[in-house]
Antibody
Framework: QVQLVESGGGVVQPGRSLRLSCAAS????????MHWVRQAPGKGLEWVAVISYDGSNKYYADSVKGRFTISRDNSKNTLYLQMNSLRAEDTAVYYC????????WGQGTLVTVSS | SYELTQPPSVSVSPGQTARITCSGD??????AYWYQQKSGQAPVLVIYEDSKRPSGIPERFSGSSSGTMATLTISGAQVEDEADYYC????????????FGGGTKLTVL
């Protein structure tokens, strides 16, 4: 069955960087686009970024464009989110999700940006 | 930027039909997707491509879309259906950016 496991979250100071990972299994990872979605504490879902199956196309929400970079390593079945210049408002649970319809989600990893 | 609009809350009694709407200018051209999120859990897809139901989702969940509005219908809502529901789609500008509605808290009591 499809399994997505996020990791890399934690507490980080404003202005610093963090890289999230999403390990995928149970499907042919290299055939599907992948997304990152986040949810601030007590708030709704916010779409963050998408990457095509081969990594050639990437799109971002305005709120993270220029600071976050989505990437993937199909040889390792792993999706990444490099987050730079982090702000307090980036504090959220970050989920990875599979395919254009976000058919499957991981359990999320919490990122807290605080001094 | 593109927005999807949902009512903040819907309340029904058990066995009644709950309808949650999602409005957006691009919905005539783009599919709507619906997710259920229970407290402390990751979202789960309940409807995709406007009206299709993934395997394992009860038949009481259905979806429709007409014009600029998509609707999630839960026929004979159960207490266990109490959750937050989010619609999702992409804008029509071709930039493939996703967007979520603000979410609707469904109360079944």
């Amino acid at each position: 069955q499809v399994q997505l496991v996020e990791s890399g979250g934690g507490v980080v100071q404003p202005g610093r960087s963090l890289r999230l990972s999403c390990a995928a299994s149970g499907f042919t990872f290299s055939s599907y686009g992948m997304h990152w979605v986040r949810q601030a504490p007590g708030k709704g879902l916010e779409w963050v970024a998408v990457i095509s199956y081969d990594g050639s196309n990437k799109y971002y929400a305005d709120s993270v464009k220029g600071r976050f970079t989505i990437s993937r390593d199909n040889s390792k079945n792993t999706l990444y989110l490099q987050m730079n210049s982090l702000r307090a408002e980036d504090t959220a649970v970050y989920y990875c999700a599979k395919d254009k319809g976000l058919f499957h989600w991981g359990q999320g990893t919490l990122v807290t940006v605080s001094s | 930027s593109y927005e999807l609009t949902q009512p903040p809350s819907v309340s029904v009694s058990p066995g009644q039909t709950a309808r949650i709407t999602c409005s957006g200018d691009a919905l005539p051209k783009k599919y709507a997707y619906w997710y259920q999120q229970k407290s402390g859990q990751a979202p789960v897809l309940v409807i995709y491509e406007d009206s299709k139901r993934p395997s394992g989702i009860p038949e009481r969940f259905s979806g429709s879309s007409s014009g600029t509005m998509a609707t999630l219908t839960i026929s004979g809502a159960q207490v266990e259906d109490e959750a937050d529901y989010y619609c999702y789609s992409t804008d029509s500008s071709g930039n493939h950016r996703g967007v979520f509605g603000g979410g609707t808290k469904l109360t079944v009591l």
